[in-house]
T-cell receptor, first 113, second 112 residues
Framework: DAGITQSPRHKVTETGTPVTLRCHQT?????MYWYRQDPGHGLRLIHY???????DKGEVSDGYSVSRSKTEDFLLTLESATSSQTSVYFC????????????FGPGTRLLVL | GENVEQHPSTLSVQEGDSAVIKCTYS??????FPWYKQELGKRPQLIID?????GEKKDQRIAVTLNKTAKHFSLHITETQPEDSAVYFC???????????FGAGTILRVKS
């Protein structure tokens, strides 16, 4: 597996609390992505980054923000978690462009009560 | 924007039979089409991909075909084995923005 880690791997939180998920890579890849995976929906892009401090929205970005201050770290923040954000969150990286092989992290299972 | 539809949503085959999963895409400018396999509780992993300048690509028991005119591509698995049981996702690149759009996935069950 590519050098991608996610933390935490599991989290239970309450509605209304802020949550930050971290993706860390050791591959020095330029592009990083956050997806959520829900039954029947496949992988849906939340936000992505094409360089340090360069980010853009995906198809399901409402309620989420991201930051990338270093090449190796991409943070996903749920400002005020809701039950609809209960999901499995995957980080992915790709080397040169977003339109090529993406390697996925192990995932974070988030439960919002 | 790009839309990727994947069929069937579930597929059951007998061990040794072939399995075919089909995807259609809407953006004629898409030029990269990967397939990912995800085992239960694991991360998606790339199994094969194809670019728009190629019509077919094979890797042992796995092959992918692309029909640009019809805007569809398919995954073919021959001589299926129980370890092929997983969820398979197709994806397509989009012209504007460095992104892939994924299909909803196919649950493949190989019965022994």
């Amino acid at each position: 597996d590519a050098g991608i880690t996610q933390s935490p791997r599991h989290k239970v939180t309450e509605t209304g609390t802020p949550v930050t998920l971290r993706c860390h890579q050791t591959e020095n890849h330029r592009y990083m992505y956050w997806y959520r995976q829900d039954p029947g929906h496949g992988l849906r892009l939340i936000h992505y980054s094409y360089g340090v401090k360069d980010t853009d929205k995906g198809e399901v970005s409402d309620g989420y923000s991201v930051s990338r201050s270093k090449t190796e770290d991409f943070l996903l923040t749920l400002e005020s978690a809701t039950s609809s954000q209960t999901s499995v969150y995957f980080c992915a990286i790709s080397e040169h462009t977003g339109r090529e092989t993406q390697y996925f992290g192990p995932g974070t299972r988030l439960l919002v009560l | 924007g790009e839309n990727v539809e994947q069929h069937p949503s579930t597929l059951s085959v007998q061990e040794g039979d072939s399995a075919v999963i089909k995807c259609t895409y809407s953006d004629s400018a898409s030029n990269y089409f990967p397939w990912y396999k995800q085992e239960l509780g694991k991360r998606p992993q790339l199994i094969i991909d194809i670019r728009s300048n190629v019509g077919e690509k094979k890797d042992q028991r796995i092959a992918v075909t692309l029909n640009k005119t019809a805007k569809h591509f398919s995954l073919h698995i021959t001589e299926t084995q129980p370890e092929d049981s997983a969820v398979y996702f197709c994806a397509a690149s989009i012209e504007y923005g460095n992104k892939l759009v994924f299909g909803a996935g196919t649950i493949l069950r190989v019965k022994s």
